[in-house]
């Protein structure tokens, strides 16, 4: 009896040493389509790893996405945009946030097809990119607010036969 006790706290130390040393990275901040989203909690977090964690390149901050969608660029800056590596990353930035989100959507609704396209119709054309003084429709919010109790009260009734 006495010697079990010893084998068993023998192995709980030995498992305890072999956790210890385990090298485990809960999260990847400058490659987030590396983690593993499993909640919608995390998948939150990696899109914010996606705008804020990204090397920024030779955009900086004027150009860079934010959580807002808010994009500016002006006819005489558009060529610099477009040839000198904003427009690759900004592109980077958009793919990043939809393959660890694919409902995401800036706080001005738009989704990150809308403001891909902007951005591809802009230096595509060659005109001026603005997304800071258009309104969004949020129609697919609205719509999820009114399907998703009624399924789930449906869903409810047809488990429990009411």
Same mark, same amino acid.
């Given at each position: 009896?006495?010697?079990? =006790?010893? =084998? ?36 939150? =977090? ?79 054309? =060659? ?36």
């Amino acid at each position: 009896m006495f010697g079990g =006790r010893f =084998r068993f706290a023998w192995f709980s130390l030995g498992i305890l040493l072999l956790l210890g040393s385990a090298k485990v990275q809960a999260e990847n901040r400058i490659e987030p389509t590396d983690n593993v989203n499993l909640s919608p909690i995390q998948s939150w =977090r990696s899109t914010y790893f996606c705008l804020y964690y990204k090397p920024m390149g030779a955009c900086g901050e004027k150009h860079k996405i934010t959580v807002k969608g808010l994009l500016e660029v002006t006819e005489e800056e558009i060529n610099s945009y477009c040839d000198e590596g904003c427009l690759d990353q900004s592109i980077e930035t958009l793919d990043c946030i939809y393959m660890v989100n694919t409902h995401f959507s800036f706080t001005n609704n738009a989704t990150v097809r809308v403001i891909n396209e902007t951005i591809n119709h802009g230096c595509t054309s =060659r005109t001026a990119i603005n997304t800071t003084n258009q309104t969004y429709s949020s129609a697919m919010k609205v719509g999820q607010k009114i399907y998703v109790p009624l399924i789930s009260t449906l869903v409810f009734i047809a488990m429990f036969k009411m």
